[in-house]
């Protein structure tokens, strides 16, 4: 290896973004070459078939800062590797020299077979096929899904709140087989067909024409425009060629090392060892892409900075998907030897699975709280009795919970059954007793708070509590110590999902448990990826046991 090593990322989707920011900022000793098939500048793609379909372009792109001294290849694709001369071929006829390669080259959906040329046929993967998608969504249009899993699912809800005529067709007897337990499965199901869809189960696809989908029992689903998202196949054609071990996806070890020497995988493409079933599977999670990322990106500055190696131990494989008003989330596996449940979908639904009598898998609809501690749970080894899970008011960490680094203090959202309704947080100021001491003088930045939220004894000393403004916008208040107290927007600016109810507290800052970006409560500004947009702060005062906040919002800078 040379004295200024050079690395070379092929695959410019989330992981090998993640990958190059990171190196980036943990100041790797090298060169980095950032290799893209596409045209366009690095995106998120969960968005396509959700905020996208919507006209909301917000959360699109990834992080465009950050990336300096990178060179960014965009629109050229890697042919070959050379293993030997260590070496990477382009389509563009150049070779690109490496001491270290990272295959980041994702997965490309499955193809249908009997499917007419002229038939208005799609896929969903990338963003010039979400925009064809988008340009011909309208009301009436009749849209047949052929798939249902969680993009196709994503792509029905948001098709039907445009007013399109939504058919699912899944081959399987139930929706979301390989990822979801049957009880949550049905739950899907119901919401699907409320929402309007027509939602077909042992559906088999013979034929797609113009005109329509003809099933394989004769059946004819008329159709003006079919999506099919049956799945996805491994890119690792390049890999194979190179003589690298691949099966469907390309084999690595728990440092994303594959058979071959200074050859690394990351990403949807890799197969690797589910650290909850043993087995070497592809975990196709956005979590999973972008934790493995920041993991090599450690390892590999550790040998180039003087940076200390840091072990980290695999964390359980999660997702989520948002179907309109639904939220699914998972981890770990979909089922086991013992199903218990809690809840309902009404009020949140929260679904465990165990295997000799450790909890290995959730999955929780529209019950963010409980399935983050649960997810944590996870992640430490750690485990809960079944019974302890259904008969808990209040799912709690194991006093034996400890996991690796820093702690993460458990959020809890202060609600009305915690207080009186005049006081609870999230209760207008008109409700607030009128016995309450005058608000307390503007604050440095010169904005007074001149909403009482609620007495500081609510919200634990790392916790988080909510209030909502007079015009219902709702905003976090986090309680770091004693009487020290922060304000912000409740939305994350990358995924719009709650703080407040989604949130882990930790010191100053707030990690959005979608997405696990973090914000800075003092400033509302971003700290990791990938929120990339400041949250607005408000300022917050303490005075005479109470917890006041300004409603008028200081407007983060440029």
Known sequence: MSASPALVIVGSGLAGHTLARSLVSLGYAGSVTLVGEEHHAPYDRPP????????????????????AGVQVISGCK??????????????????????????????????????????????????????????????????????GGPIGLELAASA??????????????????????????????????????????GAQVKAVQRGGVELADGRRVEADLVVVGI??????????????????????DANFRTTQPDVYAIGDVTRQRNPISGRFERIETWSNARTQAQALARQLCAGTNGAPRVVTGA??????????????????????????????????????????????GVAAINAPQDFNLLR???????????????????????????????????PVTVTQSDAPAALAPSAPLAQVPSTLPPPPPPTAQGTAPDLAACPLEYIEEGAIGSTSL??????????????????????????????????????????CGLHLGSFDVRTGKPVSAPCTKAIRSYPAQVRDGTIWIATQPIEPSP
């Not at 939305?491 to 407040?500: D, I, N, R, V, Y």
Request: charged letters at 25%; one cysteine or more.
């Open 48 to 67: 396509l078939s959700k905020e996208f379909q919507l006209g909301d372009e917000s959360t699109l792109m990834l992080q465009a800062d950050g990336l």
């Open 78 to 147: 890697a042919v070959a590797i050379d293993t030997d001369r260590r070496a990477l071929a382009l389509s563009d006829g150049r070779e690109l020299p490496w001491d270290s390669l990272v295959l980041a080259t994702g997965v490309r959906p499955r193809p249908l077979a009997g499917s007419d040329p002229q038939a208005p046929v799609h896929f969903l993967r990338t963003l010039d096929d979400a925009r064809a998608i988008r340009a011909k969504l309208r009301d009436g249009l009749k849209l047949t899904v052929i798939g």
């Open 160 to 201: 039907g709140q445009l007013g399109a005529r939504v058919t699912v067709l899944e081959a399987a007897p139930r929706l979301m087989a390989r990822t979801v337990p049957p009880t949550i499965a049905e739950v899907l199901l119901e919401h699907h067909r409320a929402s309007g869809a027509q939602v077909l189960l």
């Open 231 to 252: 799945g996805v196949v491994a890119n690792d054609d390049l890999a194979h060629a190179a003589g690298i071990a691949t099966d469907d996806g390309i084999f690595v």
């Open 315 to 360: 964390a359980a494989p999660w997702f989520w998907s948002d179907q309109g008003n639904l939220r699914l989330q998972c981890a770990g596996l979909p089922q086991g030897d013992q199903e218990v449940r809690r809840g309902d979908p009404a009020t949140g639904l929260v679904v465990g699975q165990w295997s000799a009598g450790r909890l290995v």
């Open 376 to 410: 944590r749970i996870l992640d430490a080894g750690q485990s809960m009795t079944p019974e302890a899970f259904a008969s808990s008011t209040e799912l709690r960490l194991p006093p034996n919970h400890t996991p690796e680094g820093p702690a993460e203090p458990v």
């Open 470 to 511: 007079p015009d219902g916008t709702r905003i976090a208040i986090y309680r770091i110590q004693g009487d020290e107290v922060f304000a912000t927007d409740d939305k994350c600016s990358h995924g719009s999902s709650s703080l407040c109810d989604e949130g882990s507290l930790e010191g100053h800052l707030i990690e």
